[in-house]
């Protein structure tokens, strides 16, 4: 079974900064999708950033971006420029390339931006 | 875009009432619908999958008949928590996969329905 963890139940940075978000999976297959999830107050869940396991490339979305090491299965997020909307709980998320998507959750991590 | 309208977003009942969840898919046919439940600062846990027109599947340890699920239309998936007690007060989110490469589809989420049983 595919598990995802994030080892950081809560994380804080200042406005401006940059902070990373830690995540490890495990998993058999080669084809396989990873997400981040934003989930602020309101608890709508708002896809941050998507990366396909065969692309070697990161993805980056404008102050998002991904550092994916596919051999040691690690899957960051960086937020730079932190802003006080990034305020959130933050999940690592995990689809295989043969489902419709059913999504395995990392443990989320709760992240404040101060000002 | 493509829309999940998911009905109630907030209910509160007392213990032993049954409690339905609507999720309804608008602009686009859900056949798959997934239903998940959270419960403070954790994270979402799978409890079961919809498909249309057939049996839901469930995931280990979610009681069948505490959490009745329906998917009678492309449109229309339904979460029903009968005889619920406070144990089962919680966040429960829908969600349906879009167009895209099978696994890598987006996933258009309701907006979730707070439950509180009294």
């Known amino acids: 079974a595919q598990t995802v963890t994030q080892s950081q139940p809560e994380m804080s940075v200042q406005e401006a900064e940059t902070v990373t978000l830690s995540c490890t999976y495990d998993t058999s297959e080669n084809n396989y999708y990873l997400f981040w999830y934003k989930q602020p107050p309101s608890r709508q869940m708002i896809l941050v950033i998507r990366q396909e396991a065969y692309k070697q490339q990161n993805a980056t979305e404008n102050r998002f971006s991904v550092n994916f090491q596919k051999a040691a299965k690690s899957f960051s997020l960086k937020i730079s420029d932190s802003q006080l909307g990034d305020t959130a709980m933050y999940f690592c998320?995990?689809?295989?390339?043969?489902?419709?998507?059913?999504?395995?959750f990392g443990q989320g991590t709760i992240l404040t931006v101060h000002p | 875009g493509a829309v999940v309208s998911q009905h109630p977003s907030w209910v509160i009942c007392k213990s032993g009432t049954s409690v339905k969840i609507e999720c309804r898919s608008l602009?686009?046919?859900?056949?798959?619908m997934f239903w998940y439940r959270q419960f403070p600062k954790q994270s979402l846990m799978l409890m079961a999958t919809s498909n249309e027109g057939s049996k839901a599947t469930y995931e280990q340890g979610v009681e069948k008949d505490k959490f009745l699920i329906n998917h009678a239309s492309l449109t229309l998936s339904t979460l029903t928590v009968t005889s619920a007690h406070p144990e089962d007060s919680s966040f429960y989110i829908c969600?349906?996969?879009?167009?895209?490469?099978?696994?890598?589809?987006?996933?258009?989420f309701g907006d979730g329905t707070r439950l509180s049983i009294l």
């Open positions: 602009d686009f046919q859900a056949t798959t």
């Open positions: 969600s349906a996969p879009g167009q895209g490469r099978l696994g890598g589809q987006p996933q258009h």
């Open positions: 998320a995990y689809a295989g390339g043969t489902s419709y998507g059913k999504l395995t």
